[in-house]
């Protein structure tokens, strides 16, 4: 008898399974389906799986098992496998970063963080950054937060410190260099712009000077070096250079001007001398002398020597002003007569100065001549003009000069002022330069004369007191010619041989009073008609 077989196995599945993501699937770990059959052949076990829709940790299975008798009737179950995450995934800092200030804190300079999971999912890097107290670069720090967040939604972070160092010195800029004339006080303050500094870090940059603006420098040059420091102590320098020329305390001035005048401050200041022209040549000049004050101090104790520069600067050849014979007198700061120089080449002067203490102030006057220049040809053409400088020399430093030095000229048309007959001024401009061509100092032109005469003088310094008068020989008052202040330079007064009460005089000799400051000539005319 056969028996045959048509009825299927059974089949028992293993449970659903949930695994974490990377967990096996292997049915060692998953479990295997069972199966028995009414017929005592095996049971054959197999299985088969297919992807079910992916969640956020990824594809599930679904295992299809299947049971098999001897005779080939069949059974299947399905065991339902799915995957959770609940694993955070794996993140991994870039390095901590020192940067210099200003550099760059995107991640493509400090690095980004990596992540990981073991999901097959995507892995997002995202990061926030949190301030952290400055250093001495003036920069605060960064602590960058990373995150790495899996498909799940599980999170893992780590922290990277980004602090800013500052090893670079800041940049310094120093002013141009400084030129200064040297004060009369001998406190030479000199005051100059302020350098310019910056840095890459915002911390601020302090800038010191050595000397510092507003101090007292010495007469000649001086090096500045200025120094800026940055927040962590990086150091620059520049340098620049402060010339103080010697100081223009020195005075040229008018003869009657005396040591004391010049140490009291009120000495006038000479800075023309004129002169006149007969037959192409300067015949004459005025004043006819005047003084070169200046004031030293001795650069140690001992002896040292003083020189009395003249220099002069023109389009011809023209001498020094000489030096009086005897008239280079030392004094000392009280203006007390205590020594003498000479003068050791036409027009410069030298005083020896011994047993000086150290930093002892001394005066040195000299008296100078301008008729030293008279026989010079002058060349055709306008008259020219001179220009002459005086400075005091201790060895090769110049120690002290006249501001503004003194000019020969020819002090005639616009720069003259004439007095007519009547005592009046003319109008500006004066007389033409040749109707005074040839006209001498203090000598009367005509003389005698019949209808008028002039006579030119010489004011040196401006607002001195100008007296000239006329008196017979009896000594009485004819005619007030002038009595005023006048400018510095050559003057014409004029008479035309009248009294103050417009009358004639008759035939006779008279003398003109000329006072001018403390200075007084008698000169004698004779009217002849």
């Known amino acids: 008898m056969n028996v045959a077989d048509t009825t299927p196995p059974t089949i028992t599945c293993p449970g659903d399974r949930q695994l974490q993501c990377g967990a096996s699937t292997d049915p060692s770990n998953t479990g295997s389906a069972t199966g028995s059959d009414n017929c005592p052949a095996a049971v054959t076990i197999t299985h088969t799986d297919a992807a079910t829709p992916a969640g956020c940790s990824g594809a599930g299975i679904d295992r299809t098992w299947k049971a098999t008798d001897g005779c080939g009737n069949t059974a299947t179950c399905v065991q339902h496998i799915t995957f959770v995450d609940t694993t955070p995934p794996t993140i991994t800092c870039p390095a901590n970063r020192q940067l210099e200030g200003g550099a760059s804190t995107e991640p493509s300079n400090t690095g980004s963080a990596t992540g990981s999971d073991n999901c097959p999912a995507a892995v997002t890097i995202t990061h926030t950054d949190a301030s952290t107290p400055a250093g001495c670069s003036g920069v605060q720090g960064i602590d960058r937060t990373w995150k790495a967040t899996d498909g799940c939604g599980n999170t893992a972070t780590c922290v990277q410190h980004i602090t800013f160092v500052d090893t670079t010195p800041p940049t310094i800029t120093c002013p141009s260099d400084v030129t200064a004339r040297g004060q009369c006080s001998g406190n030479n303050v000199v005051t100059y712009p302020a350098p310019t500094a910056s840095d890459n870090c915002p911390a601020q940059v302090t800038v010191t000077c050595s000397p510092a603006s507003g101090s007292a420098f010495p007469v000649g040059q001086t090096t500045v070096t200025c120094t800026a420091v940055d927040g962590c102590g990086n150091r620059a320098q520049c340098t620049f250079t402060v010339t103080v020329s010697s100081p223009a305390c020195a005075k040229l001035t ?276």
């Open 254 to 529: 008018p003869t009657a001007t005396t040591c004391s005048d010049f140490t009291g401050g009120t000495a006038g200041d000479l800075t023309r001398i004129c002169y006149g022209v007969k037959a192409g040549q300067i015949n004459n000049t005025a004043p006819g002398v005047f003084f070169y004050y200046t004031k030293v101090k001795a650069p140690a104790a001992g002896t040292f020597t003083v020189n009395i520069d003249q220099t002069v600067t023109a389009s011809f050849s023209i001498p020094f002003f000489s030096v009086q014979q005897g008239q280079v007198t030392l004094y000392d700061a009280s203006c007390n007569k205590i020594g003498q120089g000479t003068e050791t080449s036409p027009g410069q002067a030298s005083v020896t100065v011994s047993g000086a203490a150290a930093n002892q102030v001394f005066v040195i006057g000299v008296k100078y001549s301008t008729s030293s220049v008279v026989g010079t040809s002058l060349p055709s053409g306008p008259r020219p003009t001179a220009h002459y400088d005086f400075q005091t020399r201790i060895g090769t430093q110049v120690v002290d000069s006249d501001a503004d030095g003194l000019n020969l000229t020819n002090c005639v048309g616009s720069s003259l002022s004439a007095i007519g007959a009547s005592g009046t001024e003319p109008s500006a401009g004066g007389s033409p330069a040749s109707e005074l061509d040839g006209l001498e100092l203090y000598r009367p032109e005509p003389n005698p004369f019949d209808h008028s005469t002039r006579l030119a003088y010489a004011v040196g310094a401006t607002g001195e007191r100008v007296d000239i008068r006329v008196y017979d020989l009896a000594g009485r008052l004819v005619r007030t010619l002038i009595s005023e202040s006048q400018d510095q330079g050559v003057h014409v007064a004029s008479w035309d041989g009248r009294r103050d009460d417009g009358t004639k005089v008759t035939n006779a000799i008279y003398f003109v009073r000329v006072a001018i400051g403390d200075r007084l000539r008698m000169i004698r005319v004779a009217y002849l008609q």
